[in-house]
């Protein structure tokens, strides 16, 4: 089953030698091109859910709760359903089962059974000729609600403990709590030169893609229900539709269209795909919801906010002996990946420094906000920043350099961490050169004169985890191939293109393993009808999972296409290789013949030609419990060098340029690589200057709209470097390994270490506001105006 | 998406025909470019049963210099053709870059110099959905009567968040105004009510035709300051607008500042003239001189926590955006912006 180490990560024909390192045997990998759906994306032609129209079609609205935490005393929906045009209505008793996308905490109903969690919290759904009829039935719906005391303080829901937010929850508003410790760190910290302890806070932001949610169903005559939606975990959509409207999943099928942008926010089951799949159900008509900006805030799953504090010691040349960690983690309304969150902000800290002992205690309470879930960078943006920050001041200490003190630290290769987490290839020494050579660190830092500094920041994030959300032993990730006679492959799979690129990824792997052009394989995904099981676009899992797969699969078509060819020349098979369109004999290259007469001859030869692969990962992670939360088969490695100035006067902090080194093991399209390293270091940087998901003291979103939910323009945006370090991973896919989330890391960090370059202050409250950096600065100044002896 | 509420669309061709259409129809609105309008219509801030159009009066566009060297500027002028023009890059300097910074460039295609003027006052208990001010329990500038910014406050204290007013305002501006009875005109310095629920003294059922701006001599000096989280798109946190008037020795005759984004309307700041009067930029009697208004300046506005963004450091910023803008302005440069 586990097809895990049966690639290496050489080219198809040119990878004699497993660890090759060299791109120059490939034809398509490594190259820079164009995604597999760029041009009808430029154009417009690309079929997002939105576009998507069928006759008789409904529209669906959800009415939502106007009380951050209240009991729902009584609903009358008769003055809706009276209206003319409203098809259906529903609340949610007629949905009572609650899911969650971790099976372990199921806490959310598709509309509130009872009572309401925060403001915006989703209470009835109409489904109406149009939009504007179910609008104005909204307005008609009646309830009456009972006021619950409201937490809007993750202290506060430590503490206490009435009323609960989830009834049904042990231990108060405690969502989920994780206390591990490796090695004695006590002891460790005891005995170390220097030791820094500080409280760090990380604030609350969230994906804000292009295209908001947007579901749409239909249920067949035959009983077929079909859902459309925005999603990027086609699979578990898919099983939890199964659960709630309790159907038996063979009678679903869940297609993702095109997707505009998803970052983590649309990796749970969302209470609109519930909503159009039973008015569909109850009304025979197709049903749409497309959710409003103001409804993606509110269904949020953004970074959560983390109270961060961290104590750590080094020797007196600067090696790390324990890390002690406690983090609240304020986790809004439900539970989301919220198990996985608690555990994430500890588990993944633990490189790419060598940690001798290391403990962290995290909690994550409920509160009465969104609720949030995994950003890109799940849980462990939020730690490395603390971390990051800390280590410099450790470095600041010791006099050493913060490049210095890192490089000191690393854990190297084909090592196993303190928390029991197997590390494979580990680019991050080079990554660490490649930012300190480009950014001319050595001459430029602490001599750029005061108001401007450069700071640095390093990280590691996984590619993919073997905990599947659900336990099972089949296959992470599955690809199918079929061969048409014109030459065409088409993929089949069920991985998520979130614009990630995983369709052109899958694309051009089969390109390379056939030795066809890339506008010869066409990709089929996220449609439970027709692809094979994937468990989805989270965790960076994609390239590395679905990537193994598919080499899978393209190795055992092109066995037979070779087989095929050897047999009708009457040669060893080793002699035939399959390139540009063509199958040559290696030992007499003027005999060949086109790839699609070489399909042809497979075909009469086997049968209809088609092929599967699959991916599982090995066993991996700690012996203990949670000990395989965060174990992946590989990390990636990254290092940032921030360039920024501080206006002393305004407060405000401009960045101009980021060095972005990511060690992603083989770039199989630079292009996207380097889009995907830029894309993430301009949302970390947004989040440290920009963004700010918060409520108000009603508990109230802020301003839950693109005016007031300051995404940064291009006229915000510094010029980043990216700088590809390609460790080649012994079993990614041709090597590679994850470049979607691991380089928004050092954004945040780096630029606070390069703030206290520029003018010696500390940043270790995000987001850094010019007001926050005056009243550092004052701090400073009154610090400096005290008298030596008085100090 | 939001949905636009359901009204009757009249698009006139002349502005009598416009007129007319306001006045049969109580509670008709005008769109200009409709990039104030059109947000405010999807958050049911305004319901009106007919919405008037300028688009099709070609009258209110573009930008005349008269015999006495007045500018008139159409009302249905786009932004980005005023913050271009030359003619007011070269007269009106101020003006032009209060322009140059309105929104983003999309926005300043659409959003015209009359619909700035006419701009809705802003609070960020204001600008929200219906869904959201219902939550709220709403605020007194529209469904509700508390006021969320000041507890107990009785008059609505949404900012004036129109970049081109201040500057309109440093250059004695005024409005042409068609009325169902003719026409009159109205100085920008008499176009304000302390009350953010509505802050104009121009009735719903007139239209503004026309800014006409002062003509300016050699001796004029002007820039606007803007403090805003982004580079683009945003309101003004604090707008500042400033004028210089220097005499033949190059020393400051006249001046004046005028700050947005405060409260309902725009705040003149008292004594400036006096301050730097008879100071010469360049000199460290200038700078003394800018030092002092910018104190001035930071005693007399008190920004309220209406708009999005600090308060505290909002003030803070006043002094520091009134002497930036002021050095600005002596030296032909500006606007005094982040990016």
């Not at chain 1, 089962?97 to 925060?118: C, H, M, Q, S």
């Not at chain 1, 969104?370 to 799940?378: E, I, Q, T």
Request: net charge neutral.
């Amino acid at each position: 089953m586990s097809a895990r180490d049966l690639h290496g990560p050489g080219a198809p024909w040119g990878g004699a030698e497993p660890g090759a390192r060299s791109n120059s045997d490939f034809k398509v990998v490594g190259q820079p091109r164009p995604k597999v759906d760029g041009i009808a994306k430029a154009t417009g032609a690309a079929v997002y859910t939105d576009d998507l129209t069928f006759p008789g079609m409904l529209h669906a609205k959800t009415l939502r709760s106007p009380h951050a935490h209240a009991r729902i005393v009584r609903i009358d929906t008769s003055k809706a359903r009276a209206l003319k045009g409203v098809h259906a209505v529903l609340t949610g008793d007629s949905m009572p089962i609650k899911y969650g996308v971790i099976p372990w905490t199921p806490d959310e109903n598709a509309l509130a059974v009872d009572k309401v969690r925060f403001i915006g919290d989703p209470v009835a759904a109409v489904a109406a000729i149009d939009e504007d009829t179910a609008n104005a039935a909204l307005k008609l719906i009646e309830v009456e609600y009972e006021l619950l005391h409201t937490y809007l303080d993750p202290f506060e829901s430590l503490q206490r403990k009435e009323p609960q937010i989830h009834e049904d929850k042990k231990g108060g508003n405690i969502s989920k709590s994780v206390q591990l410790e490796f090695g004695k760190v006590e002891e460790a910290l005891a005995g170390a030169e220097v030791v820094v302890e500080d409280d760090y806070f990380f604030h609350g932001s969230t994906h804000a893609p292009i295209e908001p949610h947007c579901a749409v169903a239909t249920y067949s005559a035959d009983g077929v229900l079909t859902l459309w939606s925005a999603t990027q975990i086609t699979h578990y959509v898919h099983r939890a539709l199964a659960r709630v409207l309790e159907l038996p999943a063979h009678r679903i099928r869940v297609i993702q269209p095109c997707l505009g942008g998803a970052f983590g926010g649309k990796s749970d089951p969302f209470s609109l795909e519930f909503c159009v799949s039973k008015l569909a159900m109850v009304t025979g008509r197709p049903v749409k919801m497309l959710w409003t900006r103001e409804e993606v805030f509110y269904a949020h799953r953004g970074r959560h906010p983390m109270h961060l504090h961290y104590r750590s010691g080094v020797t007196k040349d600067g090696k790390l002996v324990g890390v002690d960690a406690k983090i609240l983690i304020d986790g809004g309304s439900y539970s989301s990946f919220g198990l996985v969150t608690t555990y994430y902000s500890g588990q993944l800290l633990t490189g790419p420094y060598h940690f001798p002992t290391y403990r962290f205690d995290s909690t994550r309470v409920f509160t009465n906000k969104p609720p949030c879930g995994p950003k890109r960078g799940h849980g462990s943006v939020q730690p490395r920043f603390a971390f990051e920050v800390q280590l410099d001041q450790l470095a600041e200490k010791l006099a050493l350099d913060p490049i210095e003190i890192r490089r000191r630290n690393f854990q190297g290769d084909f090592t196993r961490t303190v928390n029991g987490q197997r590390v494979t290839s580990n680019g991050f020494l080079q990554c660490l050169d490649e930012v300190e050579s480009a950014s001319r660190w050595k001459e430029r830092r602490g001599k750029l004169g005061f108001g401007r500094g450069l700071g640095v920041a390093g990280s590691m994030y996984i590619s993919g985890t073997n905990y599947p959300v659900y336990p099972n032993d089949m296959p992470q990730a599955g690809v199918q191939l079929k061969v048409d006679r014109s030459g065409l492959v088409t993929v089949f799979t069920g991985g998520n293109d979130i614009g990630q690129g995983s369709n052109s990824m899958c694309a051009y792997i089969v390109a390379e393993e056939l030795g066809i052009p890339v506008e010869r394989v066409r990709v089929v995904a996220a449609d439970t009808d027709l692809c094979p099981v994937d468990l989805g676009a989270y965790s960076s899992r994609v390239t590395f999972m679905v990537g193994n797969a598919t080499i899978d699969a393209a190795r055992k078509l092109r066995e037979k296409l070779v087989a095929a060819v050897a047999e009708k020349w009457e040669c060893a098979p080793a002699r035939v290789r399959l390139i540009e369109g063509l199958a040559i004999d290696l030992e007499d290259t003027a005999r060949s013949m086109t790839s699609v007469e070489a399909f042809q001859l497979a075909e009469t030869k086997f049968d209809t030609l088609g092929s599967t692969g699959s991916y599982n990962t090995p066993k991996l992670g700690g012996d203990y419990r949670g000990g395989t939360i965060g174990a992946s088969p590989a990390y990636s490695f990254t290092a940032h060098v921030v360039d920024a100035s501080v206006d002393v006067e305004t407060g405000r902090i401009t960045v101009h340029d980021v060095w972005v080194a990511h060690d992603c093991g083989r770039a199989l399209n630079p292009m996207i690589v380097a889009g995907q390293m830029e894309g993430s270091a301009y949302m970390g940087l947004a989040e440290a200057l920009f963004e700010e998901h918060d409520v108000n003291r009603f508990g109230l979103h802020r301003g839950p709209s693109l005016l007031d939910y300051r995404l940064p323009t291009s006229l915000d945006t510094p010029d980043f470097h990216a700088r590809i370090v390609e460790s080649i991973d012994p079993e990614g896919p041709y090597g590679a390994k994850e470049a979607g989330e691991g380089p928004l890391h050092p954004s945040l960090p780096a630029l606070s270490n390069a703030v206290y370059d520029a003018v010696g202050i500390r940043l270790k409250h995000l987001p850094f506001t010019p007001a926050k950096v005056l009243a550092a600065l004052r701090e400073k100044r009154a610090a400096a105006s005290v008298p030596q002896g008085v100090r | 998406m939001l949905r636009l509420p359901q009204f009757e669309l009249v698009q006139p061709s002349t502005v009598a025909e416009a007129v007319r259409a306001l006045a049969e129809c109580p509670g008709a609105l005008v769109v200009a470019g409709g990039t104030d309008l059109v947000p405010n219509l999807k958050h049911e801030l305004f319901t009106p049963p007919r919405v008037v159009s300028l688009a099709l009066l070609a009258e209110l566009r573009g930008i005349r210099r008269e015999n006495d060297g007045s500018l008139v500027i159409g009302a249905m002028t786009p932004l980005a053709e005023v913050a271009e023009s030359e003619l007011v890059r070269a007269q009106a300097p101020a003006l032009a870059q209060a322009c140059s910074l309105i929104a983003g460039p999309q926005l300043r295609s659409m959003g015209t110099l009359g619909g700035n003027v006419m701009l809705d006052t802003r609070c960020q208990w204001y600008n929200q959905t219906y869904f959201w001010r219902a939550a709220l329990g709403f605020c007194m500038k529209k469904d509700g009567t508390e006021c969320h910014v000041v507890k107990g406050g009785r008059t609505c204290v949404a900012a004036a968040s129109n970049d081109s007013a201040p500057a309109l305002m440093t250059l004695g501006a005024s409005l042409e105004i068609a009325t169902a009875s003719g026409k009159r005109t109205l100085a920008l310095d008499d176009f304000w009510v302390a009350d953010g629920i509505y802050n104009k003294q121009v009735a719903r059922d007139e239209i503004v035709t026309a800014i006409r701006v002062p003509a300016t001599g050699a001796g004029h000096r002007g820039a606007y300051g803007k403090l805003r989280d982004r580079g683009s798109i945003d309101f003004p946190l604090l707008g500042v607008a400033v004028r210089l008037e220097l005499d033949a020795q190059d020393t400051v005759a006249q001046a004046d500042v005028v700050i947005t984004a405060l409260a309902a309307q725009p705040k003149r700041i008292t004594k400036v003239a006096e301050a730097l009067a008879g100071t010469k930029p360049g000199t460290a009697a200038f700078d003394a001189a800018v030092e002092a208004v910018g104190a001035l300046a930071h005693k007399q506005c008190k920004p309220l926590p209406n708009i999005p963004g600090d308060a505290d450091y909002r003030r803070e910023m006043v002094p520091v955006y009134v002497r930036r803008t002021l050095q600005a302005a002596a030296r032909r440069e500006g606007p005094v912006h982040h990016v």
